[in-house]
């Protein structure tokens, strides 16, 4: 098959090809494997197969979960991970299961159930990304997806602050493991980047970069210097070019600061809150209407004026006659 | 339910008044120790069964005294809601990762002659413990029909009076099939389950290679974790013995569960 391998994904920002972690995990997967995959921001879950985005097509091969995909890849013999002996295989199941375990609900928990981040950072990105109708939904249902996450695995007795206490003790366990595994190296094997190296990557680049309002994790994993080192390494090495465009709107945005403060970076998606607004009022005001009586709709009353009108007319035509 | 995610419910209570206090932590272990837990032939099912037997495992290597007390509501006294749990002198602490760092802060420890990569490779391996293998276990019990009806109704329901076996047993259910849902189990088919099982298994046995334990000559942390998980996964009779026979697959995990049981277990109920 030479079909172009596609990948559809959550758009970049903060100098990051992709915000989302399933995204950035492929695509640094294929990076690294060196994989030809053309990748296209869609930010739009809704045609996606499972209602989730990264998509990833090759021909009439359509997948949308990391090991899934890097399972593809690896039988199309982009692989990673060639080079490692079987224990360090069994390393690399271990430590994806570490993240997946005790990082990942901190994560969602710093996106989406911390209310400051979640209001004045997350919603508006994603809201602002999303095509018109869907924003109003996904981010909602990103946010109830989160929350039902937390509320499954603790008991809701316990005090929120004491949960979110917990969930970050554990997030920065976790990366303080991490942080002492990487120790000086490149990456997690040595000189090479592997799919550990993917997984971590997708894990901790969006925690770093993203500009929290409430930033107690981050400043954590800011304290962990190789770690930050890793993630800008594989940033620059890798994805340069995201790099680059983000200081270029980053410098644009500086220039053109003062006009633009009000207008369009206050709120996402004016157009379509307006348009909303408009059917809204309208709606509103033509029930008002019909309610009062001020506007009249009797198709039957017309027909029986119609005919007493005829009936006029005909009297009027007798009483000539006679 | 063993989870590391789940777990630490409990140190949050005992944060402020156990943990960190400076009496307790120099107090040297009690000798009327007790490890409450549910009934072990009419009652307790595979993922409590697995967890109880950690803890056992752990307490017997770390050399401390105690002594089982099986109770029906076991569950229901402990504070975070799961089993086992001890109560040492003032303290109740529940399940594995608390009772490790309470026992870490009397100075007692299994892992304190491991340098840090390998303290943070004990900690990944046994986090793909406490994800894969609790939750395979959680699936087969509360997740497979067959399984459900015959051996984990019965066997929960055992101790409650008539209609409260049906209503707990279904909102216990209701409880794991959510928790799994989150985490991503929900849509998995039992061969799905298996195959995640066999790869962890396969990472472990990888791991492990022909050492004794884990990680040398000593017994650690997760020794007595995999102990634990397997001991139990190999023993509990269930109408589909396929869980257990992928564990069979791997000889040197075998090796690892007759040692620590020979070592710690066997010896100690010998007198």
């Given at each position: 098959m030479n079909r172009p391998m596609e990948l559809n994904i959550w758009g970049g920002d903060w100098g990051l090809p992709s915000v989302d972690l399933h995204c950035l995990e492929v695509m640094a997967f294929a990076k690294f494997s060196g994989a030809p995959l053309q990748t296209y921001v869609?930010?739009?879950?809704?045609?996606t197969p499972k209602g989730k985005l990264p998509v990833f097509k090759h021909g009439k091969q359509v997948l949308s979960s990391f090991p899934e995909i890097s399972a593809y890849l690896k039988k199309k013999n982009?692989?990673?991970?060639?080079?490692?002996t079987p224990k360090q295989c069994a390393e690399v199941v271990a430590y994806t299961q570490l993240l997946k375990g005790q990082l990942y609900l901190a994560l969602q928990y710093v996106w989406w159930v911390d209310t400051k981040n979640y209001i004045e950072l997350i919603r508006p990105w994603y809201a602002k990304a999303l095509p018109f109708p869907c924003n109003y939904y996904y981010p909602g249902s990103y946010e109830r997806e989160a929350k039902k996450h937390l509320e499954a695995l603790y008991d809701?007795?316990?005090d929120p602050q004491a949960i979110e206490t917990f969930v970050y003790r554990e997030a920065e366990r976790c990366i303080n493991t991490l942080s002492v595994r990487l120790g000086?190296?490149?990456f997690f094997f040595g000189s090479h980047p592997t799919s550990l190296d993917a997984t971590v990557y997708a894990y901790l680049a969006p925690l770093l970069k993203a500009p929290f309002p409430s930033p107690a994790l981050q400043n954590h994993l800011k304290s962990t210097s190789n770690l930050v080192k890793f993630v800008v390494r594989i940033t620059q090495r890798y994805f340069p070019y995201s790099i680059q465009e983000y200081e270029a709107k980053k410098s644009a945005a500086g220039g053109a600061r003062g006009k633009t403060t009000d207008s369009?970076?206050?709120?996402?998606n004016r157009r379509g809150c307006q348009i909303l607004a408009g059917l809204f009022a309208t709606a509103a005001m033509t029930s008002y209407a019909l309610y009062t009586g001020l506007l009249q709709v009797s198709i039957k009353d017309e027909m029986d004026e119609n005919i007493e009108d005829h009936e006029d007319l005909i009297h009027a035509a007798e009483d000539t006659e006679e | 339910m063993p989870s590391v995610l789940l777990t630490e419910s409990l140190t949050l209570e005992?944060?402020?008044?156990?943990?960190?206090?400076h009496f307790s932590a120099?107090?040297?272990?009690?000798?009327d120790v007790k490890l409450y837990q549910p009934y072990e032939v009419e009652q307790i099912l595979l993922p409590d069964n697995a967890n109880c037997l950690a803890v056992q495992a752990f307490l017997k290597m770390c050399g401390l005294d105690f002594e089982v007390v099986p109770r029906n509501n076991a569950e229901y006294m402990s504070p975070s809601g799961r089993v086992p749990f001890i109560r040492c002198g003032a303290f109740v602490i529940a399940e594995l990762d608390p009772i490790i760092s309470f026992v870490n802060n009397k100075g007692?420890?299994?892992?304190?002659?491991?340098?840090n990569t390998q303290k943070a490779d004990m900690r990944a391996y046994m986090s793909l413990v406490n994800t894969v293998l609790a939750n395979a276990e959680l699936y087969v019990t509360w997740c497979d029909k067959t399984t459900l009806q015959e051996v984990t109704k019965p066997r929960f329901g055992s101790v409650l009076p008539w209609p409260l076996n049906h209503i707990i047993t279904w909102q216990k259910r209701g409880q794991v099939v959510k928790k799994l849902g989150v985490l991503g189990w929900?849509?998995?088919t039992l061969d799905e389950v298996y195959q995640e099982v066999e790869n962890c298994c396969n990472a472990l046995s990888e791991r492990l290679?022909?050492?004794?334990?884990f990680f040398g000559n000593r017994p650690t942390e997760l020794d007595a974790l995999v102990f634990g998980h397997l001991f139990t996964i190999l023993t509990t009779p269930l109408p589909n013995n396929r869980f257990a026979s992928i564990v069979r697959g791997y000889p040197n995990l075998i090796e690892l569960c007759k040692l620590v049981e020979k070592e710690y277990f066997e010896r100690r109920s010998d007198p």
């Open positions: 869609t930010n739009n879950p809704f045609w982009f692989n990673a991970d060639f080079g490692l809701q007795d316990d000086d190296e490149d369009e970076s206050d709120f996402p | 005992l944060g402020g008044t156990g943990i960190n206090d120099h107090e040297p272990w009690p000798q007692i420890s299994l892992s304190e002659k491991l340098d929900g849509p998995k290679e022909n050492q004794p334990y």
